[in-house]
């Protein structure tokens, strides 16, 4: 039976009552920052949840069309001037069941614009999830870009309860009266999953895995896949789709059974904990270090549920390494060159005693820090402290 906490059980006995996601990262059992919001809103008791949905009007499908073209930034800026007013109309239509409401969006997207002006007019608290560096991803004009930046200073600013991602986050965002730290929250694995610590034999390969993202992160994967892929002792293995890599790369990993498919919820369980390690990366590059200070990788919290000793790429102001290097819960490569992350992999594989460490780290981040309950009921108590105030 689900534990009722005290925060639920006091809107129980004062009323329901209502969120009101207004959001272009709508709750939905997909994938990124949706199945996230999902897993925390369909937990909730005693809340009603509303969701806005996502407008198309004329000028969000003329910017669509025109990215379509080789005018695409023009349609993107297009979609800048808007300010999401396309939601309007939609977020003005919703019928409040009560004041007893507030008024929850992702700072992604145009919808978190709407998401302000509606929690103004109706004097509404307003609750924003900051887990990406949005102003550095939209492909804008520079002058822009700066209107973005602006904007999402001024979301920060103007919300009732800040949740970011990271403490990067958090950071880069500024002070706030009611800023908090929520990890992107994990799914829930079955009890025989859960810390399936695998005992190495030596006279097979030890087996890192990586699921994820295969674009951005393509290159400096391939050329993992390159220099391991005849290796005696380790062999990694990579779930992904289109791969930024050739045709002949995509062929041959795919013969070697290296790079496979995205899979179902419960096959990529078992994938993984099957495995003897698990790997996370983060971008090398100069031009997404602001991407990499504030963002976690959600993936990190998945792979610790499975209790393998975790291998985090990337570089040393990156979110995922700062947590690392606190308490040695993972091993870091911090520098770019592949042979580094080889060298790594193969102490690991050759040394018991870093295994059994690195496995008791994960088990207890998923017991404590990472643990799915943990960060749901984190994330009830500053909803529920928000209209208790």
């Known amino acids: 039976m689900k534990m009722m906490t005290t925060a639920e059980s006091r809107l129980i006995t004062t009323g329901t009552y209502e969120i009101i996601v207004i959001s272009s990262v709508p709750p939905a059992p997909t994938s990124a920052g949706e199945i996230i919001l999902h897993r925390h809103l369909s937990q909730l008791d005693g809340w009603k949840v509303s969701v806005v949905p996502n407008p198309q009007y004329l000028l969000t499908r003329l910017a669509k069309r025109l990215n379509r073209t080789r005018f695409y930034t023009w349609g993107n800026n297009l979609n800048v001037l808007t300010d999401g007013r396309s939601w309007d109309p939609l977020c003005h239509d919703h019928q409040l069941s009560s004041q007893k409401a507030i008024v929850l969006t992702v700072a992604h997207g145009d919808g978190c614009w709407a998401a302000l002006r509606f929690a103004k007019k109706y004097g509404l608290p307003l609750v924003t999830i900051f887990h990406d560096w949005w102003p550095d991803l939209p492909i804008v004009h520079a002058p822009f870009r700066q209107l973005i930046a602006r904007r999402f200073q001024q979301l920060h600013d103007s919300s009732n309860l800040v949740l970011c991602v990271s403490e990067g986050m958090q950071k880069?965002?500024?002070?706030?009266?009611?800023?908090?730290?929520?990890?992107?929250?994990?799914?829930?694995?079955?009890?025989?999953?859960?810390?399936?610590?695998?005992?190495?034999?030596?006279?097979?390969?030890?087996?890192?895995?990586?699921?994820?993202?295969?674009?951005?992160?393509?290159?400096?994967?391939?050329?993992?896949?390159?220099?391991?892929?005849?290796?005696?002792?380790?062999?990694?293995?990579?779930?992904?789709?289109?791969?930024?890599?050739?045709?002949?790369?995509?062929?041959?990993?795919?013969?070697?059974?290296?790079?496979?498919?995205?899979?179902?919820?419960?096959?990529?369980?078992?994938?993984?904990?099957?495995?003897?390690?698990?790997?996370?990366?983060?971008?090398?590059?100069?031009?997404?270090?602001?991407?990499?200070?504030?963002?976690?990788?959600?993936?990190?919290?998945?792979?610790?549920?499975f209790g393998k000793p975790i291998v985090i790429w990337g570089p040393e102001y990156c979110a995922a390494v700062r947590w690392a290097k606190e308490g040695n819960k993972a091993i870091c490569v911090t520098r770019e060159n592949p042979a580094e992350l080889v060298s790594a992999l193969e102490k690991l594989q050759r040394t018991a005693e870093f295994r059994k460490h690195y496995a008791k780290q994960t088990c207890l981040a998923a017991q404590k820090q990472f643990n799915p309950l943990v960060i749901q009921e984190a994330f009830c108590k500053a909803i529920s402290d928000l209209v208790f105030i």
Request: net charge neutral; hydrophobic share 35%.
């Open 172 to 305: 880069a965002l500024g002070s706030h009266p009611n800023s908090q730290i929520l990890y992107p929250i994990p799914a829930s694995l079955p009890s025989e999953l859960r810390f399936n610590h695998s005992i190495v034999d030596k006279s097979r390969p030890l087996r890192v895995v990586y699921s994820g993202n295969l674009y951005e992160y393509g290159p400096m994967l391939g050329e993992l896949l390159q220099g391991v892929k005849d290796h005696p002792s380790l062999q990694v293995q990579l779930r992904g789709k289109n791969p930024n890599w050739s045709a002949d790369v995509q062929k041959e990993m795919r013969e070697r059974g290296l790079w496979l498919d995205f899979a179902p919820r419960s096959e990529l369980n078992q994938w993984l904990s099957s495995a003897d390690a698990c790997l996370v990366t983060m971008s090398f590059d100069p031009a997404m270090r602001r991407r990499m200070e504030t963002s976690f990788p959600s993936k990190l919290l998945e792979y610790v549920q």
